[in-house]
């Protein structure tokens, strides 16, 4: 188990936390913290306004390790948020005994608290840990699916066919107007959304437009009338649009793309909104981290464009806003009406949890 991982769940779990540090948690100040003497791994607070700068670790296997734990320790001195600060090392007990005593004797003599954690402990509490999340928020929904829908505004692409034709109803066939073929993955992958966002239905043999579908092309942008096909991809949602697409994913019918949006907001959540990938290469710990909370397996590519196209979707929708940084990772923020959006879809899950365990003995009495 890797320390990003270890990270997340004592940091969710603050009592065991406290236990582990024999420090008394009122508030987590700070994680991550970015100074001139290192990257500071977090820092609590007790009560009494004193604070613990916390150098996490997991296993202690070699010198080489020690040495450079024991020196960025060191220079985590030079660095206080409060008058009151005491510095710590935490890590796993499993370490082997000689490299054990090393660290109790650096900790004498620098006067630094020297702690540790069990790491089986740990791993059993993660994985009670992203257990509870989902029974928080009431039924557990399938588990995230991958597909090559990069925007929500590709219905323009799906949906004009039945403008063009004038028709409720199509062919196969004419449904994929706009593609190579019906039986292209490219032309499935849309249909599948809008499908899934309920705009049309099928018998496998027929696309039939719907109310909500109707109601999307009555609102297309003006421009996609006069545009080329290759065109319609890249012209943006209307307003109305946009209303109508967030009326319908919250709805309580829960199809492959709202799934990957609720779980998306969940993701914002975990990590605090503090990293999404630009890069289809990442941190690995961050792969294992995700990987956990969906409860999937994915590699490194599958995720990267999961976890970016859903994100475009939620953008689309002003759910969550991306902060360009230039470097390795972005930064997101849930919005007012993400939070809103997020609500609804606990109280939803909520509530169907309920009626699946309504009691009825009352009716016996």
């Given at each position: 188990?890797?320390?990003?991982?270890?990270?997340?769940?004592?940091?969710?779990?603050?009592?065991?936390?406290?236990?582990?540090?024999?420090?008394?948690?009122?508030?987590?100040?700070?994680?991550?913290?970015a100074?001139?003497?290192?990257?500071?791994?977090?820092?609590?607070?007790?009560?009494?306004?004193?604070?613990?700068?916390?150098?996490?670790?997991?296993?202690?296997?070699?010198?080489?390790?020690?040495?450079?734990?024991?020196n960025?320790?060191s220079?985590?001195?030079?660095?206080?948020?409060?008058?009151?600060?005491?510095?710590?090392?935490?890590?796993?007990?499993?370490?082997?005994?000689?490299?054990?005593?090393?660290?109790?004797?650096?900790?004498?003599?620098?006067?630094?608290?020297?702690?540790?954690?069990?790491?089986?402990?740990v791993?059993?509490?993660?994985?009670?840990?992203?257990?509870q999340?989902s029974?928080?928020?009431?039924?557990?929904?399938?588990?995230?699916?991958?597909?090559?829908?990069?925007?929500?505004?590709?219905?323009?692409?799906?949906?004009?066919?039945?403008?063009?034709?004038?028709?409720?109803?199509?062919?196969?066939?004419?449904?994929?107007?706009?593609?190579?073929?019906?039986?292209?993955?490219?032309?499935?992958?849309?249909?599948?959304?809008?499908?899934?966002?309920?705009?049309?239905?099928?018998?496998?043999?027929?696309?039939?437009?719907?109310?909500?579908?109707?109601?999307?092309?009555?609102?297309?942008?003006?421009?996609?009338?006069?545009?080329?096909?290759?065109?319609l991809?890249?012209?943006?949602?209307m307003?109305?649009?946009?209303?109508?697409?967030?009326?319908?994913?919250?709805?309580?019918?829960?199809?492959?793309?709202?799934?990957?949006?609720?779980?998306?907001?969940?993701?914002?959540?975990?990590?605090?909104?503090?990293?999404?990938?630009?890069?289809?290469?990442?941190?690995?710990?961050?792969?294992?981290?995700?990987?956990?909370?969906?409860?999937?397996?994915?590699?490194?590519?599958?995720?990267y464009?999961?976890?970016?196209?859903?994100?475009?979707?939620?953008?689309?929708?002003?759910?969550?806003?991306?902060?360009k940084?230039?470097?390795?990772?972005?930064?997101?923020?849930?919005?007012?009406?993400?939070?809103?959006?997020?609500?609804?879809?606990?109280?939803?899950?909520?509530?169907?949890?309920s009626?699946?365990?309504?009691?009825?003995?009352?009716?016996?009495?």
């Open positions: 188990m890797n320390e990003a991982l270890v990270q997340w769940t004592l940091l969710n779990n603050l009592d065991f936390l406290g236990h582990s540090l024999r420090f008394d948690i009122a508030a987590k100040i700070g994680q991550e913290i100074t001139d003497f290192g990257r500071i791994d977090f820092v609590v607070e007790d009560f009494k306004k004193h604070q613990l700068i916390v150098e996490l670790e997991t296993l202690l296997g070699t010198r080489g390790k020690l040495d450079y734990r024991f960025q320790v220079n985590y001195k030079n660095v206080k948020f409060s008058e009151s600060t005491d510095y710590c090392i935490l890590y796993a007990s499993e370490t082997p005994r000689s490299n054990r005593r090393l660290v109790s004797d650096f900790g004498t003599k620098n006067g630094v608290l020297i702690r540790t954690y069990s790491l089986n402990e791993k059993d509490l993660y994985s009670r840990t992203v257990n999340l029974l928080s928020y009431g039924l557990a929904l399938p588990r995230p699916k991958n597909y090559t829908i990069c925007y929500l505004r590709w219905l323009n692409k799906i949906l004009r066919p039945f403008w063009d034709f004038r028709r409720d109803a199509l062919k196969r066939s004419e449904a994929a107007l706009y593609f190579s073929s019906p039986n292209t993955t490219n032309f499935k992958c849309y249909s599948r959304l809008a499908l899934d966002f309920e705009m049309v239905e099928t018998d496998g043999h027929r696309f039939s437009i719907t109310p909500n579908g109707r109601e999307y092309i009555a609102n297309f942008n003006p421009s996609v009338s006069s545009s080329r096909p290759r065109q991809p890249a012209i943006d949602l307003n109305e649009q946009r209303r109508l697409l967030l009326r319908v994913l919250t709805n309580g019918n829960w199809t492959v793309h709202k799934v990957n949006i609720y779980w998306f907001l969940r993701f914002v959540e975990v990590t605090n909104g503090k990293w999404i990938p630009n890069y289809r290469r990442f941190g690995r710990e961050k792969l294992d981290l995700v990987n956990g909370l969906f409860g999937v397996t994915y590699k490194m590519r599958t995720m464009e999961l976890l970016n196209f859903t994100c475009n979707f939620c953008s689309e929708l002003r759910l969550v806003d991306r902060i940084t230039g470097g390795t990772y972005d930064r997101i923020y849930l919005t007012p009406l993400g939070v809103e959006v997020n609500n609804i879809f606990a109280l939803d899950l909520q509530a169907k949890k009626r699946l365990n309504l009691s009825f003995e009352y009716l016996e009495a």
